[in-house]
């Protein structure tokens, strides 16, 4: 591949830099594009609610991880120093078997790119997700029902940013800002430093609520870092002994052949085109379909919507009181304005904290089943799937007796009979009191 020469400097580069530069692009390529077969032997859809959501690959992309061995939900530092080291050893590789190199500029421009460009496929994720909040959304009915005590604290922190839509939506202008500006190269130094400033933050909050993607902000924050990493020396010589100094600016990389040029403009809009515009186009049209790739896209029974009070439970026809410690009898149950139905029950739960799920009801929190139900609005007849066991399904015919007041009669996953009244509670949230302000 011939292009024409562009301006560098002389061959001074140590061993260690050169070494450091290959390893950084090799890390900067490996955690930007997937190269496990498992990755695209996934199920694009497991764990998301987006199945009509297009494009869904857009966002399994971003969130390719580069580090060895299982995710460990989200803390496998060992996997992480495996890959820089590996990376490393493969930099000292590369270094003895391309030692006649001397344009490092130019191996230094293809590790800016790919570092740029793989902070931005991630960051524009986090970002459109924010400024239109869908990533931590407001609390489901259920959730404003469960207590605090059953929430995992990685939970409690998801679903206290998605109380405050005003403040998610701020930090993600923040975060896209940040992503916008750092696809320039005039501009890269001035978004990595933003980005800093972002992600050293979510860092922490992610180790201090165990929220799960501690990794991968870690990651991010690396690839940030990498970024400044050559003009360090003159940081601290502009904060800290106060002179005037010029930070590197990294030149075009231009080929002889006009129409090499014409591609490499074309990958890049396309690249902005799918992962910055459409994606935001894409999350805007969910927001404003009242959706969120976090909870079950199809919609409920709005009649049927809110809080209910077992007020007559009867297994085998035999009648259960409500007070009393027994595991079958139901609690309450809620009707989301989603496809969802959550029973509370006085039972023990298994905690679910698998990392793949985290985009669903039950992921961090104990206290309630959620079932996903179907409606025959002309039998009368709910069928609902239990969301974290989808082998287990219910059918109940159902009967409203008045606006308040609704029976279900069916069969449980025990073959036992079940008849349930359930009592319509006009329950008000402070919490959302304060948003519809």
Avoid at 49 to 69: E, G, H, M, T
Avoid at 363 to 370: E, F, K
């Amino acid at each position: 591949m011939s292009s024409k020469d562009t301006p560098v400097s002389p061959s001074g580069w140590k061993a260690y830099e050169k070494i450091a530069l290959r390893a950084a692009l090799i890390y900067a390529v490996i955690s930007t594009i997937p190269f496990t077969p498992e990755f695209y032997k996934q199920d694009f859809d497991a764990g998301f609610n987006v199945n009509s959501y297009p494009f869904r690959w857009l966002d399994a992309i971003s969130q390719n991880k580069p580090w060895f061995f299982a995710s460990n939900e989200g803390k496998n530092y060992t996997g992480w120093l495996i890959t820089v080291f590996v990376c490393i050893f493969a930099g000292v590789i590369w270094n003895f078997i391309d030692k006649k190199r001397r344009d490092y500029e130019r191996l230094y421009y293809w590790f800016y790119t790919a570092a740029r460009y793989g902070l931005v496929l991630r960051m524009s994720w986090f970002a459109w997700a924010k400024v239109f909040p869908v990533q931590m959304p407001f609390p489901t009915i259920s959730q404003l029902n469960t207590n605090l005590g059953d929430f995992t604290p990685g939970k409690l922190y998801w679903l206290t940013t998605g109380v405050s839509p005003f403040f998610e939506v701020f930090a993600g202008v923040f975060e896209l800002i940040a992503t916008v500006i750092i696809l320039y190269r005039r501009t890269t130094t001035l978004g990595a430093l933003m980005m800093i400033a972002i992600l050293v933050p979510i860092w922490f909050v992610n180790i201090g609520y165990d929220a799960g993607v501690e990794l991968t902000s870690l990651h991010i924050l690396s690839l940030s870092l990498m970024l400044l990493v050559r003009d360090s020396k003159r940081f601290y010589e502009i904060l800290i002994e106060h002179k005037a100094v010029a930070l590197t600016y990294v030149p075009k990389f231009t080929y002889r052949h006009h129409w090499k040029n014409q591609i490499g403009l074309l990958l890049k809009y396309t690249f902005i085109l799918f992962f910055v515009l459409f994606r935001g186009y894409s999350y805007g049209s969910l927001y404003a379909n009242g959706k969120s790739f976090k909870l079950p896209l199809e919609d409920g029974l709005s009649e049927y919507v809110g809080l209910y009070d077992v007020s007559e439970f009867r297994l085998n026809n035999r009648a259960i009181p409500a007070g009393i410690a027994d595991t079958t009898r139901w609690q309450n149950v809620i009707f989301e304005k989603f496809n969802s139905i959550s029973i509370k029950l006085d039972k023990p739960f298994k905690l679910n904290t698998k990392n793949s799920i985290r985009t669903t009801e039950y992921y961090g929190n104990i206290g309630r089943y959620y079932y996903g139900y179907s409606a025959d609005t002309v039998n009368h007849i709910f069928t609902l799937k239990n969301r974290a066991d989808t082998t287990s399904t219910l059918k109940f015919t159902y009967k409203k007796l008045n606006n308040q007041t609704l029976t279900l009669s069916g069969i449980n996953e025990s073959k036992d009979s079940l008849y349930i009244v359930l009592t319509k509670i006009n329950k008000q949230y402070p919490l959302e009191e304060k948003r519809k302000w």
